[in-house]
């Protein structure tokens, strides 16, 4: 009783009080040329110092036009309508900034009485009598990631300040420890990122209504942030999060506008504890509120590094059906678009300690005359490959170690669209090129640390890998391995088709899994059972009733939701949405579509077979298995696939060991204590209630 008249008269509080309205800080234009910008990348953020401590400030690029050239669209016996679409008109930030380009930021009154959170330029303004500043860094160059916003691009309306002066200041952060490449973990101090919805909270609010929710966080947390998400109506809100460990209280209101992919309503720097978290609808409209929290927390971790692959993937901007056939082939001389960059979607990240982007492109020399090729996760600039000659092509390829405030802002959006961009290049209408992309991503196994007893009450996703079906198809293959305790134990596969392409049909995939003792040396599998494979149907179960089947698809559900609120809501953003299984969905058999499991290498290799058959439709399916020995680790080391497209011949999409670093790879053991952290959250991709099934997802437990 107690607890709900305390909720009761916080919620009339934040109704009733404006919690301290901030006004909006000047917003300031200048060229890159006048910041001493001009020439370098555009992998920036901004901070203002206010009320004692730096928080982050609003930066944007003025974009340049682009052409997105569809990696999907581009494969296989393509028609020339397949290749028409495959070119779309997009913006990203210059990949090298420009005299005259136009960058706009927030800024705060007075000079700074702190050093600021890393190295970069504090830049002071004078306008009408009043002094400013701004402090803008590189991305590599941030030691507080909280207290800095991501630049992105935008045309935004500023002030020209009088007087403007720039000084270097600040430290570098310390570089990341270095890493034993011949040794797998089993449990590691992570700090990590890790964002999830907050369920209660993201619904339907009637003017001056309120949705309250509670929330644990974990031990370890040193911060969190409460973000209002793309698919938020926009508006003016108020919020309240109350600790309940200390009796703590943060209030005031937050706007979020129309376009933006999110906006912070307030920092959490109380730790670990339960919180009430109220949303209010200050509007006097009905508003739709998509509410998200992202927390930063360092605990011990079971050892997880889980990879998103594609093939090595063939690019042809003509018809090679008609070239190959008939003998209709473009001429040399003409080209399609200029400032063209290839398009991967299927990047998806929701947690990570780390993250390694590895990037091969191989196009004709006249597609690449600066030698010089961009990397863009999203609109988020990542980085530049040089090129290497070899006879008439040009290679550029690398691998980029994504720095924490990069990693910080994929998290929080699942991965900004998920597309991984690469140029410019001059697309010709004879062009042949090859494309391959992967990214390793250390993380969490879940928020309550290592040995935990959540390890031993439900099944948790130890491991996930992602094969991207883009050579003549266009869908995801998730591959994950759930485990309670040490004793049960099950791998599910899922695929799901993108919808730029929604193709998955008469496809085969290959997945091989090996376990491994403490040596890494293999051991012995006998398969148990194999499930049907099932769709959505018309009539029957539910998904989310399906033991096994309903713990692997809710986060992927919700994933969904975030993309194709960025894709409505942030205008030149690459976004590719997929189609899942719905967990309030009905189930229903695949017929015709199946699940071989079997072994090979004498018994040491688990071979996962799916065949699609004639479904474009997403298909789910589960295999349940017994091991010999003492298993510790658990990898997926190759990947096989073909199509009807490829008349069924499979090729190796990736081979590789435990210790390669594009091989998803997890330890298996553990010893759960009674007590600790008791709510799974990265299961479903929302914190769940402790009563919740053990064997799956449903919303009916959702906090």
């Avoid at 009485?113 to 803008?136: C, D, N």
């Avoid at 769709?535 to 919700?558: E, N, R």
């Avoid at 229903?588 to 474009?616: I, P, Q, R």
Wanted: with cysteine; aromatic share 14%; hydrophobic share 40%.
């Amino acid at each position: 009783m107690r607890v709900w008249l305390l909720v009761l008269v916080i919620t009339a509080l934040v109704l009733a009080v404006n919690g301290g309205k901030s006004v909006g800080r000047p917003m300031f234009c200048l060229n890159a040329s006048e910041l001493g910008l001009a020439g370098s990348a555009p992998d920036l953020a901004a901070s203002v110092f206010e009320q004692g401590r730096w928080r982050p400030a609003q930066i944007y690029i003025e974009p340049e036009n682009i052409t997105i050239a569809w990696v999907p669209l581009l494969t296989g016996n393509r028609t020339d309508d397949d290749i028409a679409k495959a070119f779309q008109l997009g913006r990203l930030p210059p990949p090298t900034l420009k005299n005259t380009t136009r960058i706009c930021f927030e800024t705060s009154r007075g000079v700074p009485s702190s050093p600021p959170p890393g190295y970069g330029r504090l830049v002071e303004l004078e306008h009408r009598g009043a002094k400013y500043h701004v402090f803008i860094a590189r991305v590599s160059d941030v030691v507080d990631v909280t207290a800095f916003v991501l630049a992105t691009p935008g045309f935004e309306r500023g002030e020209r300040p009088e007087k403007v002066r720039w000084h270097e200041r600040g430290n570098k952060p310390s570089p990341p420890p270095e890493v034993d490449a011949q040794q797998l973990p089993q449990i590691q101090t992570l700090r990590f990122f890790s964002s999830f919805d907050l369920y209660g909270a993201s619904t339907s609010l009637q003017p001056n209504s309120c949705a309250r929710v509670l929330v644990d966080l974990p031990p370890g947390t040193s911060v969190a942030a409460l973000v209002l998400m793309a698919g938020t109506t926009p508006g003016s809100y108020r919020y309240s999060i109350y600790r309940y460990q200390g009796g703590n209280l943060i209030y005031g209101d937050v706007t979020y506008s129309q376009g933006q992919r999110y906006v912070t309503a307030a920092w959490i720097d109380s730790g670990e504890g339960t919180y009430s978290v109220t949303i209010c609808n200050t509007n006097n409209y009905v508003a739709q509120t998509k509410v998200a929290l992202l927390i930063l927390a360092t605990n011990q971790q079971y050892f997880r590094r889980d990879t998103i692959k594609t093939p090595t993937l063939p690019i042809a901007t003509y018809s090679n059906y008609l070239c190959d056939n008939f003998g209709i082939c473009p001429r040399n001389t003409i080209y399609i678009y200029k400032n063209s960059y290839f398009a991967i979607p299927g990047f998806i990240i929701d947690s990570a300690s780390s993250i390694q982007l590895y990037v091969y492109a191989e196009v004709d020399k006249y597609t690449a005359p600066s030698g010089i090729a961009y990397v863009y996760w999203g609109d988020y600039y990542v980085g530049w490959l040089q090129a290497k000659t070899s006879g008439n092509k040009v290679i550029f390829e690398g691998t980029f170690h994504l720095p924490y405030t990069l990693i910080y802002n994929l998290v929080l959006t699942k991965g900004n669209g998920g597309v991984i961009l690469i140029g410019p290049f001059i697309i010709y209408a004879n062009g042949g090129h090859t494309v391959k992309v992967m990214a390793s991503i250390e993380r969490p196994v879940e928020l309550a640390p290592a040995d935990a007893s959540l390890y031993a009450n439900k099944y948790v996703r130890r491991l996930s890998d992602t094969f991207l079906f883009l050579d003549s198809r266009a869908f995801m293959v998730k591959l994950d391995y759930f485990q309670l305790d040490i004793t049960e134990r099950y791998l599910e596969i899922s695929t799901m088709p993108l919808d730029i392409y929604p193709y998955s049909h008469y496809s085969t995939v290959k997945l091989y899994v090996k376990f491994y003792d403490s040596s890494l040396n293999p051991l012995p599998i006998t398969v148990a059972t194999t499930s049907s494979v099932m769709t959505k149907g018309w009539w029957g179960d539910l998904f989310k009733y399906l033991s096994k089947i309903a713990a692997a698809l809710g986060i992927y559900d919700l994933i969904k939701s975030t993309y194709d609120a960025l894709k409505k809501t942030v205008q030149g953003l690459p976004v590719v949405g997929y189609v899942t299984l719905a967990l309030d969905a009905y189930a229903s058999a695949a017929f015709g579509a199946y699940l071989e499991a079997y072994t090979t290498d004498n018994g040491y290799t688990l071979v996962l077979k799916l065949y699609t058959a004639g479904y474009n439709d997403p298909l789910t399916a589960y295999v349940t298995f017994a091991l010999g020995g003492r298993p510790e680790y658990i990898a997926v080391t190759k990947v096989e696939y073909g199509s009807s497209a490829t008349l069924y011949k499979e090729f190796t999409a990736y081979d590789g060991g435990p210790l390669q670093s594009f091989t998803s790879v997890a330890y298996m053991r553990g010893n759960p204590q009674p007590g600790g952290f008791p709510y799974r959250t990265l299961l479903c991709g929302v914190q769940e209630r402790v009563d919740a099934p053990s064997d799956r997802c449903d919303s009916a437990y959702y906090r």
